[in-house]
Structure formats: C-alpha cells, structure tokens
C-alpha cells in the first residue's frame, strides 16, 4: 500500500514568517499526483495546492508554494508571511490509481502574533 | 447552490445499532467518496463511487455500505455499529476522480458507546 509520511505532528512560526511542512511518500509509479489540503477549526477541508508529478515545475498558489523533489519522494509546502488566518492542520496527500487519495497523519500549524 | 451536505451533523448510537449517513450534492460531480478521520491517523478512504451504479472499497471499507443509484446521493451504511467506528466521517466530490480538486463536505461526529 502506498504510504503518505508527515515527520512533524505540531509546527508553529510567527506571524508575517516563513514555515515549510514536510510530505514525503512512497510509490512505485511514475506519473502520480500530489496535494496539501488545509483544515481549519471549522473542520472543513480545502485544497492548498496540487502538484502533478510529470511537471518539473514546481506549483504556487499566491503564498503557498510547494518543493517537490520526485527522485526523493519528497513534497514539501512552503507557507511565505504567515498569517492567523493560516492557523489549521494541514494534509499531505498522494492520489494512487487515480483513484484512491492517500492522506498522511497531518501537521498542527500554529501561527504567533 | 448548496455544494456537499451531509446528515446528521452528530449522531450517537449503541453498539449493534445501524444508521445511514447521508452525502448529496448538486456540482454533477461523477466522483464521490467517503472518509473517516481519526485522531493521529488524517483521512482514510472509506469506499468511493466514480459514478452512479459504480462503487469500490477504500482502505477501511469493514463495516460500512455503500451504494450509488444517483448522481447526486452516496450514502453510507453502518450495519451494526461498534465503538472502533467511532469518528468523524467525510464525504467528498469531485469532477471526475481522485486526482480533481476533492470538495469536502462538513462532516458527521458519530460516537459509538
């Protein structure tokens, strides 16, 4: 089975900082895709950012951008002037046969004012 | 436009007592699926459905139905509740499968005693 690993169960930055969430994986494929889901104390889960594993480029979506390093297995989430409102956990996620998403344990971000 | 909705927002049961949670939504989404999270464990895929008719195990299916007779409803059938059931259940949509931005829906709080 394919296995989504989140080293870092709590993280906390202050505000107007920089914090990057560590994702590495395990997959025997080749073309796969990849996410970071946020979810905030309201419970509700929403898309961060998706990374398509053949695209060499790595995606950003305004303050949030992403290093995806293919050979190392790693997908990390890089979060630029941190604000309150960036206060949640955050899922690292594989989708395996297109079809089955993968989630790892997640990351509790704290941000300080 | 309502997006996902899911019912009950809480529910509690006894051992050995059956339920339905109910996920609909109005996007015509093909791809609906369901998961439980669990604390320390993120989000594990329940069963998922690419489609009315069509439905397939997740990573926990144990325990739990499902079926698919329309677009718009998946629902999730507890047979015989037991206490390790105890959790928060997911549904989710998306366009066309795993790999599409997952839209969420706010979650059910089932405890089992």
């Known amino acids: 089975a394919q296995t989504v690993t989140q080293s870092q169960p709590e993280m906390s930055v202050q505000e107007a900082e920089t914090v990057t969430l560590s994702c590495t994986y395990d997959?025997?494929?080749?073309?796969?895709?990849l996410f970071w889901y946020k979810q905030p104390p309201s419970r509700q889960m929403i898309l961060v950012i998706r990374q398509e594993a053949y695209k060499q480029q790595n995606a950003t979506e305004n303050r949030f951008s992403v290093n995806f390093q293919k050979a190392a297995k790693s997908f990390s989430l890089k979060i630029s002037d941190s604000q309150l409102g960036d206060a949640a956990m955050y899922f690292c996620a594989y989708i395996e046969g297109a079809q089955k998403l993968v989630f790892g344990q997640g990351t509790r971000l704290t941000i300080n004012p | 436009n309502a997006g996902v909705t899911q019912t009950p927002k809480f529910q509690v049961l006894k051992t050995g007592q059956s339920m339905t949670l109910q996920c609909a939504q109005d996007?015509?989404?093909?791809?609906m699926s369901w998961y439980r999270q669990d604390p320390g464990m993120g989000l594990r895929l329940i069963h998922y459905s690419v489609g009315a008719g069509i439905t397939d195990q997740g990573e926990v299916p144990n325990g739990y139905n499902v079926s698919r007779s329309t677009t718009e409803d998946f629902p999730l059938r507890l047979l015989s509740a037991a206490p390790s059931q105890t959790s928060v259940y997911f549904c989710?949509?998306?366009?066309?499968?795993?790999?599409?931005?997952?839209?969420f829906g706010p979650g059910t709080r089932l405890t089992v005693l």
């Open positions: 989710a949509t998306s366009y066309s499968g795993g790999m599409d931005t997952q839209y």
């Open positions: 996007m015509n989404h093909e791809y």
């Open positions: 997959t025997s494929e080749s073309d796969y895709y």
